[in-house]
T-cell receptor, first 110, second 113 residues
Framework: EDQVTQSPEALRLQEGESSSLNCSYT??????LFWYRQDPGKGPEFLFT???AGEEKEKERLKATLTKKESFLHITAPKPEDSATYLC???????????FGTGTRLKVLA | DAGITQSPRHKVTETGTPVTLRCHQT?????MYWYRQDPGHGLRLIHY???????DKGEVSDGYSVSRSKTEDFLLTLESATSSQTSVYFC????????????FGPGTRLTVT
């Protein structure tokens, strides 16, 4: 069964304290892996798409990487405005579905 | 921001009443989706559409129906609302079925009492 697991469930960082969020997956054939940011009371906001192992994408303080079994969202020198829930999702070559993880709640303290 | 609106944004209804949620897009994307989001669960697909009048079930479709009469509009109907359908509902759109990212609307918070 295709599965996506995100860890940790919650993470508290001091401003400037870099860290990584993990998205591990087991699928029959990865089509695409997606990262989203979700603020309270809002819909998920698209961040990155990764298609193949070794691929990396960057945007401001965020960098997403992909291996054959997991993806990492690296947050460098985070600021309080980076506080949000980060969602990982993937699609497989065999189905129509986007499979979502349950997210990592990130809190960055000033 | 992708042009996706949802209405209503909040609704409280009683058990057994029908409820219709609307999703409207201005991006002319072919694919549209309805998800529900509940604590402890990821976003779960209810139904999706791959064109006007073309829809299919997702993983949690029981108790829900959908319709798409125009490219820009996708309606979700709860035929007879139950308390287990209390949730936040999100509409999403994408250009392709699985290769591209989805863009989400702002959500509808539905409470069934």
């Amino acid at each position: 069964e295709d599965q996506v697991t995100q860890s940790p469930e919650a993470l508290r960082l001091q401003e400037g304290e870099s860290s990584s969020l993990n998205c591990s997956y087991t699928v029959s054939g990865l089509r695409g892996l997606f990262w989203y940011r979700q603020d309270p009371g809002k819909g998920p906001e698209f961040l990155f798409t990764l298609y193949s192992a070794g691929e990396e994408k960057e945007k401001e303080r965020l960098k997403a990487t992909l291996t054959k079994k997991e993806s990492f969202l690296h947050i460098t020198a985070p600021k309080p405005e980076d506080s949000a829930t980060y969602l990982c999702a993937l699609t497989t070559s065999g189905t129509y579905k986007y499979i979502f993880g349950t997210g990592t709640r990130l809190k960055v303290l000033a | 921001d992708a042009g996706i609106t949802q209405s209503p944004r909040h609704k409280v209804t009683e058990t057994g009443t029908p409820v219709t949620l609307r999703c409207h897009q201005t991006e002319n994307h072919r694919y549209m989706y309805w998800y529900r989001q509940d604590p402890g669960h990821g976003l779960r697909l209810i139904h999706y559409s791959y064109g006007v009048k073309d829809t299919d079930k997702g993983e949690v479709s029981d108790g829900y129906s959908v319709s798409r009469s125009k490219t820009e509009d996708f309606l979700l109907t709860l035929e007879s609302a139950t308390s287990s359908q209390t949730s936040v509902y999100f509409c999403a759109i994408s250009e392709s079925l699985t290769a591209d990212e989805q863009y989400f609307g702002p959500g509808t918070r539905l409470t069934v009492t």
